[in-house]
Each structure stands twice: as structure tokens, then as C-alpha cells.
């Protein structure tokens, strides 16, 4: 699960992040809520300050309910609650107030994203693929790794996609080359094997797309079957 923390605070932003991601979650942080909107690419929650330096929260949550459906969480200080709140009418999920409880944070983020995914239907569980980190959204074309945007040419979102949506299984080259390229030729697994190589680089996790000699590749978890 990708987390989008837009929280102007330093220490709060080093004490949440590590904690979250003990949670198997990743981050992506921004300090201020202009331009929040651009990021929302591959996030599945929005943990939103209300006391930002340099716009309101409420009005970043407009924002941002005015062009997707990702849950949000507000969080403001205690002295921030009053009928503001909650930016409940400005389309926020859920709000938390600081000093928060780390455990009930987690709580409230699993809530709101099982709520979003059981509006969004059945179908919509799919989409997502996550391991060790790396975050391959099937919909939006996005990954992320470590919570960090990685950019990936068409072909090389298109061979990660396939593996991803495989659920571990070995996918051979001559379907990867099939599926991807349309078409085969007699270079084709030459170029197979580069995109997988640059894709182990980008990703920075050269051990996630694992060689099964011989035969295809697979994604896995390092030292896993
Ligand atoms: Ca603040």
C-alpha cells in the first residue's frame, strides 16, 4: 500500500515514515500541499495535514476530490478542531487528530482503503500487485519502489505488468516476447533480456525478477520459492 504524506512537519515526517513502512507500507512525502495533486499516481491513501505553510489542507483535499477518488485522512493539531473539520465537507474519509497513536493511524489507513476497494468492486483488488516494496499499480501505469516514482518505457511496464499479474508463476520468454511485442524475431530474447536488466536497475531490487534458466522469468521475493 502507497501512502501520500503531505505533512510540512520534519520530525513528524521521520518519526511516521519508518513506522508506516514497518507496516509494509510505502511513502512518498511532500512538505507542502501545492502541487500535492500531481502526485497522486500510485497512491492508495492520502494522510493530509491541515496546517500547511503555504496553502490550507481543507483546500488541498478539494483539490484532490476533484480529480480522484483516493481516500484521504486529515490530521490536524488539537487546536485545529473546529467545524473546519474536518474537512469532512471538503470529501475527506476520515480525520485523526495529533498526538496521534501510531497503531490507530494504521487502523484508520487500512479502513478507509478496504472501504474505497469494496466501493470500487470486486475487480478492482487486481489491480494492485505489491512485493517487497515494489509497487506495480496495473491501472494507472505506475510504479514505485521504496515509495520512490520509477520511470519505466512502455516495453518495460509492460514485461513488469506481465510478471506481476502472474502471481509468482514462471512466465516464459516466448510469451513475454509474445504478449509484449506482438510479434517475435530472431533477436527477441536478446531484447527481452536487456529491458529485464534495465528493469532490475531501475527498480533497485536486481533480485526481484528472478531467472528461471531456461525457461522465462518470474518475479519473487529474494530467497523465496
Ligand atoms: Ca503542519
Redo the contacts with the bound molecule.
Keep these: 500500500m502507497h501512502i501520500l504524506l503531505v ?3 520534519d520530525r513528524i515526517a521521520a518519526a511516521l515514515r519508518p513506522a508506516l513502512h514497518r507496516h509494509g507500507m510505502t511513502t512518498t512525502r511532500l512538505a507542502r500541499g501545492r502541487g500535492a495533486v500531481d502526485h497522486l499516481a500510485g497512491v492508495d491513501v492520502v494522510l493530509l ?4 505553510p503555504d496553502v490550507d489542507g481543507v483546500d488541498v483535499c478539494r483539490e484532490i476530490r476533484a480529480v480522484s477518488e483516493v481516500p484521504v485522512i486529515v490530521v490536524s ?1 488539537r487546536g485545529e478542531v473546529d467545524d473546519r473539520i474536518l474537512g469532512l465537507h471538503s470529501g475527506a474519509d476520515d480525520y485523526l487528530v495529533k498526538p496521534y497513536d501510531i497503531g490507530e493511524l494504521v487502523a484508520r489507513v487500512h479502513a478507509v482503503y478496504r472501504r474505497r476497494r469494496m466501493e470500487a468492486g470486486p475487480d478492482a483488488a487486481v489491480d494492485v500487485v505489491e512485493i517487497d516494496g515494489v509497487v506495480v499499480d496495473l491501472t494507472r501505469h505506475t510504479v514505485t519502489a521504496g515509495g520512490r516514482a520509477v520511470a519505466l518505457t512502455r516495453k518495460e511496464f509492460q514485461v513488469l505488468a506481465l510478471l506481476a499479474s502472474s502471481g509468482g508463476a514462471v512466465c516464459t520468454r516466448g510469451r513475454i516476447v509474445a504478449e509484449v511485442w506482438g510479434r517475435s524475431w530472431a533477436g527477441a530474447n536478446r531484447t527481452l533480456d536487456v529491458h529485464v536488466a534495465t528493469l532490475r536497475t531501475k527498480l533497485g531490487r536486481p533480485e526481484l525478477v528472478q531467472t528461471v534458466r531456461g525457461v522465462g522469468y518470474r518475479l519473487g521475493l529474494p530467497g523465496g520459492e
Excluded: N, S, V
Excluded at 49 to 52: F, H, K, N, S, T
Design positions: 505533512e510540512d512537519d495535514d491541515l496546517g500547511l493539531a
